[in-house]
């Protein structure tokens, strides 16, 4: 069977997730070619010099990597009109991998797990509605901006408790947690799940408990009337009793020369996505946090070398792991080495690196893996309407209350001691808790028990 559009994914893959999300959502039939599961799938992009998923093909033109924009100019280009396709399609040409791929030997993804298309990721794709003159009408018990753990986890603790509960998201599919690669030690999920998986299920959750979603952008916010609290949005105002910030964080936008360019062809930032591309090749990483070890170390099992780039003089893990990660006997640690530029021609052969003995030197290199730290929390849009701290976090007491009562704050909004999805889901516990003590004027927060 021939497509005009084929998409190229691996095992784990966020970005080809959303890929394939957008083509359903405009009506596209596609052919999926999974190259975790299929070894001829995988050998057909590294041939063409392609070292990443997701790889989309329209018209026989790739699009690297997850760029709405740039797949409707290729759709264009191609006299492929959005809303003509069918569905069947897509999921005959699935089907079709998958009967390939029992001939296929092992997945070929670092960390070995399978493929996960569950019913999660479909009732993501219809929780979250348009915000519809009845939303507008009302006037909510909490309205929770933000939908990963804080948030989702604050929606099933006040839908729980009878409190009347929106949640808003501009893009529930891109948050930290939502592009996790896997996840393995959430408490009570026993197996490996993709971070999309697990935060769809808590979604779900506080769903079923009635709690209502809508996509959308929270432009600025007004907490000076200390009875109801109002959220801008494109479609209209939000009002609200109550305010749970759970807008979490997000990289700077500045990019390495090069980077955009080879993305895909030598630039990734997903080990588990992509690391068997580069099977006894050389590799860099450049980070100094856990997730740059993590990667590093998953991707020590398939190149020849591995150098770790650290900008600083310290890596941002304990002490033991990077003794662990140092033991390999392919790896090596640069430390005050910085990437200043990512070069090649057709796919990545060379980085400029500075370094703090000979300044620049040119590295001959097959690929780079970026996990660069500087987070930022997204509460631009708070303005003063709550006490912010330099950088942007919330300000919060122990209870995650904020400057103005009512209005709570937690996750990667607030400052924490480690990021990870379970404290932000306790924090949304909390939060939720906060909030029903607040509109009920009771003097202390009352547990939920069942």
Not at 204 to 220: E, N
Not at 269 to 297: K, L, M, P
Not at 332 to 361: C, F, L, M, W
């Amino acid at each position: 069977m021939s497509s005009s559009v084929i998409v190229y994914t691996s095992s784990g893959c966020p970005h080809c997730h959303k890929v394939k999300e957008q083509l359903q959502e405009w009506g596209l039939a596609y052919e999926e070619r999974n190259v975790s599961e299929v070894k001829e799938y995988f050998e057909e992009l590294q041939a063409k010099r392609i070292f990443g998923t997701p790889a989309t093909y329209i018209g026989g033109k790739p699009v690297l990597g997850f760029q709405p924009e740039k797949m409707k100019q290729r759709l264009e280009a191609a006299g492929i009109a959005i809303g003509g396709g069918s569905a069947a399609e897509g999921g005959a040409a699935a089907q079709g991998a998958a009967d390939h791929s029992d001939a296929a030997g092992q997945p070929l993804t670092a960390s070995g797990a399978e493929a996960s298309q569950g019913s999660g990721s479909d009732s993501g794709n219809t929780l979250f509605g348009s915000v519809t003159a009845d939303v507008l009408d009302r006037v909510y018990d909490l309205v929770v901006i933000g939908a990963g753990p804080a948030g989702a986890s604050a929606a099933v603790y006040s839908a729980r408790g009878r409190l009347s509960t929106l949640v808003i998201d501009k893009a529930p599919a891109a948050g930290t947690l939502a592009t996790t690669h896997k996840i393995a030690n959430y408490p009570g999920v026993r197996k490996e799940v993709t971070g999309l998986e697990l935060v769809t299920e808590m979604q779900q959750h506080a769903h079923d408990f009635g709690a209502s979603f809508v996509r959308s952008q929270v432009l600025s916010v007004d907490f000076s009337n200390p009875e109801l609290k109002l959220l801008q949005l494109p479609e209209g105002t939000i009002r609200a009793k109550s305010v749970f910030i759970a807008v979490g964080a997000k990289a700077p936008g500045s990019k390495i020369k090069g980077e955009e360019e080879f993305t895909g062809r030598g630039v990734s930032y997903c080990s588990t996505c992509d690391a068997a591309f580069y099977q006894d090749r050389v590799v860099v990483v450049v980070g100094d946090n856990e997730e740059a070890i993590h990667e590093a170390t998953a991707l020590a099992k398939f190149g020849r070398e591995v150098r770790l780039l650290v900008p600083g003089s310290t890596v941002k893990v304990p002490e033991e792991d990077l003794d662990e990660f140092a033991k390999l006997p392919n790896v090596q640690i640069y430390y005050k080495h910085r990437v200043k530029e990512i070069a090649g021609d057709e796919s990545v052969d060379r980085v400029i690196v500075n370094t703090p003995e000979a300044g620049e030197q040119a590295w001959d290199v097959d690929g780079v893996f970026l996990y660069l730290a500087g987070m930022k929390p997204g509460t631009s849009f708070l303005g003063n309407a709550v006490e912010l701290e330099e950088d942007g976090y919330v300000k919060v007491d122990e209870l995650l209350r904020t400057s103005v009562d009512g209005v709570f704050a937690g996750g990667d909004a607030r400052r924490t001691p480690i990021k990870q999805a379970v404290v932000s889901a306790a924090d949304g516990c909390i939060a939720a808790l906060g909030a029903d003590q607040f509109i009920n004027g009771r003097t202390k927060l009352r547990p939920q028990y069942a």
